[in-house]
């Protein structure tokens, strides 16, 4: 009984110690008062997935958008997304440079206004903003200015204001040294014919000429170790066009005869191949039984890449170049057998060296030409549930025509541009640039906060959200009051 009753005595002392323990951790822990919260896992852009109420994230050079008080909304964008550029040499050209920005201007409230008269859209090149003075490839300053012109005649959206061709080079001139710069910002002001400032807003211009030649060819990368080809790539491209196709491009350069790739390769020639189809229909016959990793070879969008090419919504859902474009194999088959069709016999002996991946024969695979047939958006998205990753694909959903084209495509009915709210092709909001990894001088870094606003600057600007305008019940952006339905098209929010 004495046993017992010493067991339970040292059971309570222990008791007690717990106790007293636990109080004076409970009491005397530093943290103690710190509130609790729910842990989440870390969302991509979470810097920016916030929603204030009057005023938005202030974007460099520009006041903050008020929504109480401010008439207009300025939407602008690039037509066709990340222009590729190919600047060897004065000898010859294959990718020139010429970008085009395209704009609309909203009147704000519950009947939306789209302003075609009366108004002046103009862009600048900001060298405060950018930090350097654009230039081009020989280092030689860029003016980057114009003014936008109401596209009045064209046959897809009367209400969209462009810019003519926009000469630009990825080169910043920063302290007497050339630098890399995919995202130049371009400043744009709309005034009414009395030169009030109605609404301003930045986009950024993408450029690149991080095309991945030196790969397979030689040489290395021009400009900053990031970009551009150098004489040795250059040479050898040259070289072994000649050797394959019997031609004396080396010799015509050296005697200052500039090469004009397009002049041979365009839709009208008779024998040569469009430029899509020669480019992509050669290189898949070498690129065989690859991923991404061969579009990748040629264009900016691996992980070390300085450019971020396509690196948007869909490449956060692991959306990537096969889901739409198709494999290397494939994505030239589509382009060969419509030159094919066109009687250049060339095309089809290209075509008999490729094996077709996603389907059994290349009867399966679809003709389609060049910039006119391309992935349609409404192969996946029809905006009655949401596509499944896993299983998305717009391989051989090909645009019947040109006005199919993201590009050119209108809301239903008919008046905004899909791109006015969405973003440019392969740069559809949000933009994640800031969780490539890419290696700075060996070392492994992120792309800054900077450059992610760069390349989502308009919906930061009016919503302080990475999502397309209007997203996330933020229809008062445009309306001036929330809307019950969506007139543009069927919704379905995360």
Known sequence: MKKASNNIYILWLIAVALTIAFLGLSFWSPTSN??????????????????QTNSTQPIKGLAPFNSETDEYVLSVWSKQGMAQILDPSPEWSLLPPGSVLEAQLFKRGPELGVVTENVTISYSFDTELNGGTLVNAQGKPLEIKGIFKLQKDSKFNQSVFATEEIIALPYINTNNEKNFEAYPMVKIEAKDQDGKLLAQTVVALPLTTEIGCKNCHTGDWRVAGQAGIDKSTSNDILTVHDRINKTTLVAQARAGNKIDCKSC????????????????????????NKKEDACYACHPGAKDSRSNFAFDTHAVQNINCINCHGYMEDHALSLLKQ???????????????????????????LPRKAWVNLPSCASCHDHSE????????????????????????????????????????????PMMTVN???????????????????????????????????????????????????????????
């Open 34 to 51: 710190i509130p609790q919260v729910t842990e989440t896992k870390e969302q991509p852009l979470d810097f920016i997935l916030v929603k």
């Open 386 to 429: 949401r596509p499944n990753s896993n299983t998305a694909s717009s391989f051989n959903k090909w645009t019947k025509d040109e006005e199919e084209l993201f590009s050119n495509s209108s809301d239903e009915m008919g008046i905004v541009r899909c791109s006015a709210c969405h973003g440019s092709p392969h740069a559809i909001y």
């Open 265 to 288: 390769h365009n839709e009208t020639h008779k024998t040569g191949l469009n430029l899509s189809a020669a480019i992509h229909g050669w290189h898949a016959v070498y690129m065989t």
């Open 339 to 365: 030159e094919a069709d066109q009687g250049k016999t060339v095309a089809q002996k290209i075509a008999n060296q490729i094996a077709p991946r996603s389907v059994d024969n290349i009867e399966k695979i």
């Open 436 to 494: 490539k990894v890419v290696a700075v001088n060996g070392t492994p870094a992120y792309h800054s906060i900077e450059q992610n606003t760069r390349a989502n600057s308009i919906p930061l600007q009016y919503q302080n959200l990475a999502k397309p305008l209007g997203a996330k019940n933020n229809c008062a952006v445009c309306h001036n009051s929330e809307m019950e339905m969506s007139a543009h098209h069927p919704l379905i929010e995360d």
